[in-house]
């Protein structure tokens, strides 16, 4: 039989040698094992300053992009708050006044849109949902805070700010895309049939 | 030298060892946890100021700043006792300890031992049983079971290590001719030092050394996974502090203990080579003897994080069928090989 791993020793019930009984030699191999340790690279990683690299497909905390022209993208069809299993997102629909149009890329948009962080699991499928490629989870991380209140994320925390706009591209695969604009799809159907 | 100019001398010799030692405690305790987290492969405390090394300042801070809780069905003053015994004992051991040879300033010489009694290795067997009663009472006036418990504990085994540690500081007696640290001091000159002359003796001081200090693998007393923390687990806020500040003091004295007992204390193997100033040759002493110290001190921790608890009967077992017989055969060759040499 194959030993799982190469270190394994058969027990033995042997009587023990007088070096053995003395116990010192065995004490001073234990000592020089952790004096190794002493010497060794630490693998600790100080996370403030240092940060671990995230598997490119990590969701973390979300966001709600803008179109090309700074305007939000979201148009409050609440496909995403159906999709959610830990029904984390609320939000308000409005409808767009003229002279708006810089903000809003479409006739409604999300007055309110709230995620609570802590019933969100990130699984990610109201990213899935979305059929206007408005929110995304990226690779950043849910701060910490002393209440719960401040755990429910408004438009303010969730909106991709307009200066810095915030990198998706690694969420944005192909088979993401293909998957959103195939025709088989209803929320596809119901897309194009709102646009005609 | 005038009376009062003695006094001052004495005064300022005190103060400094007693702050040495309280300074080198603290320090322990930041030393620990970092050769703990190196030994783990970890970093150990690294935020409290450069490198950390403000930590047992912020340890401190956060001792005194605990609530102090003193349990309603506890002997008020027996509660208060314990713990000042264990810091006092711990702190007057450093009193003998020859810290060098003597300083030559002003037309005196300044000796660096704060007293120089003929019987130093008695008063300190005597002050360090007395450290039991420290432990003894604070664990018999918490009303407490596990505190019960590991006072017992850390009475039979200290009770049951001092003997063993009795002997093997009678063979090297026997070999010194002398109980004055200061004289076994000056004997060790150049490479002279006792653990040449008495190995087996040494390693049943040290291991005793480990079982009066209450470290692992003999800290079957504080075992927190059998006994919650043993003697001190009703205790809070700065006189647990004193606890555990003792059991540092403690550390650090028996390594100057063991310094100056077997490895030549403040000489060093060489240094009468260069031809040094009296004055510079008795600091560089001092310089080397805290060397040898914290070595010492890193040997404890670094066996604290190496070996794992003894059983309570082993711990029996280790002492009382194997040290003791041990000591009692090194004395009798210790005195078999005096003979022969001296007769």
């Known amino acids: ?196 | 030298m005038t009376f009062s100019l003695f006094i001052i001398y004495k005064i300022v010799l005190v103060v400094v060892v007693f702050l040495i030692s309280l300074v080198i405690a603290m320090y322990s305790t930041y030393a620990e946890r970092k050769v703990a987290a190196f030994m783990q492969d970890r970093l150990g405390p690294n935020r409290a100021g450069p490198f950390g090394i403000l930590q047992p300042v912020a340890d401190g801070v956060k001792m005194f700043m605990k609530e102090e809780i003193i349990p309603q069905v506890s002997n008020k003053f027996l509660f208060i006792l314990g713990p000042s015994i264990a810091m006092f004992t711990s702190c007057i051991t450093g009193a003998v300890i020859p810290w060098g040879t003597s300083l030559h300033l002003f037309g005196h010489d300044f000796s660096l031992q704060v007293t120089d009694i003929n019987i130093g290795i008695l008063y300190i067997m005597a002050v360090t049983s007395i450290g039991v009663y420290g432990i003894m009472i604070g664990g018999w006036a918490s009303n407490n079971k596990y505190s019960l418990l590991g006072a017992l504990r850390a009475s039979s085994q200290m009770i049951s290590y001092e003997v063993a540690m009795g002997l093997a500081i009678i063979a090297l007696v026997m070999h010194t001719g002398t109980l004055s640290l200061k004289a076994i001091a000056a004997q060790q000159v150049g490479w002279h030092w006792n653990v040449f002359y008495q190995p087996v003796g040494f390693l049943i001081f040290l291991v005793c050394a480990f079982a009066e200090t209450n470290r692992t693998p003999f800290d079957l007393p504080e075992s927190d996974s059998e006994l919650i923390g043993g003697y001190h687990t009703e205790y809070s806020s700065m006189k647990l502090g004193f606890y555990l500040f003792a059991e540092y003091i403690n550390m650090f004295i028996s390594s100057a203990i063991m310094s100056t007992l077997y490895f030549g204390g403040y000489n060093m193997p060489l240094i009468g080579r260069l031809h040094l100033s009296p004055n510079t040759a008795a600091i560089l002493g001092v310089v080397f003897l805290f060397a040898k110290i914290f070595f010492f001190i890193f040997f404890f921790m670094w066996v604290r994080w190496t070996v794992p608890r003894f059983r309570f009967d082993q711990l029996m077992n280790l002492g009382w069928k194997i040290l003791i017989p041990l000591s009692i055969f090194w004395v009798a060759i210790t005195g078999f090989v005096t003979l022969m040499i001296h007769r």
């Not at chain 1, 409604?108 to 849109?113: E, G, Q």
């Not at chain 1, 994320?153 to 944005?172: A, F, H, M, T, W």
């Open chain 1, 1 to 196: 039989m194959q030993t799982l791993t190469t270190r394994s020793k058969v027990a033995s019930n042997k009587k023990m040698t007088f070096v053995e009984k003395l116990y010192l030699p065995a004490i001073m191999g234990g000592m020089a094992l952790t004096l190794k340790h002493f010497f060794k690279k630490k693998v600790t990683i100080q996370y403030p300053e240092q940060k671990r690299e995230f598997a490119p497909v990590f969701r973390g905390q979300h966001v709600l992009k803008r179109d090309e022209n700074g305007a939000e993208r979201c148009t409050a069809c609440g496909l995403c708050a159906v999709a959610c299993p830990a029904e984390a997102i609320t939000m308000t629909a409005a409808e767009r006044k003229p002279g708006e149009e810089a903000l809003y890329r479409e006739e409604k948009y999300a007055s309110v849109y709230e995620i609570n962080m802590l019933r969100c699991i990130f699984c990610g499928l109201c990213e899935e949902a979305c059929p206007k490629e408005a929110i995304f989870l990226t690779d950043r991380m849910v701060d910490t805070d002393y209440v719960r209140k401040n755990f429910i994320y408004g438009k303010d925390k969730l909106v991709d700010p307009l200066n810095n706009p915030i990198d998706v591209s690694k969420r944005e695969t192909r088979e993401t895309r293909e998957f959103k604009t195939h025709p088989e799809f209803t929320h596809n159907k119901l897309n194009t049939k709102s646009l005609k």
